[in-house]
């Protein structure tokens, strides 16, 4: 069983900063690409950045600049840096992975969320 376990979330004032992680367990073969998504109240689900198994990026044109996409792939772990937090930022982000559990099956994987809240 695998599991993708977020921390990181929090109040924020417009302006400031937050580390979000996402942590992998369980089974795992390979994980390919890793990412945040975000969903704020009354709308869809997106993405937020990606990093690939090749440590390529790519980011949503409203974060980049400010947020920054990476991973420890010793520790199956991404991080989502977030800095210059702006008011529209706040939403649930979760975790997304494409996890290999053996050599022919891989599964897309979502975190549980956590609240990003940017206010003064």
């Known amino acids: 069983q695998v599991q993708l376990v977020e921390s990181g979330g929090g109040l924020v004032q417009p302006g400031g900063s937050l580390r979000l992680s996402c942590a992998a367990s369980?089974?795992?073969?390979?994980?390919?690409?890793m990412g945040w998504y975000r969903q704020a109240p009354g709308k869809e689900r997106e993405l937020v950045a990606v990093v690939s198994n090749g440590d390529s990026t790519n980011y949503a044109d409203s974060v980049k600049g400010r947020f920054t996409i990476s991973r420890d792939n010793v520790k199956n772990t991404v991080y989502l840096q977030m800095n210059g937090l702006k008011p529209e930022d706040t939403a649930v982000y979760y975790c997304?992975?494409?996890?290999?559990?053996?050599?022919?099956?891989?599964?897309?994987?979502w975190g549980q969320g956590t609240q990003v809240t940017v206010s003064s």
């Open positions: 369980g089974v795992i073969f390979r994980i390919n690409a």
């Open positions: 997304n992975a494409g996890i290999r559990v053996t050599l022919s099956y891989e599964h897309n994987y």
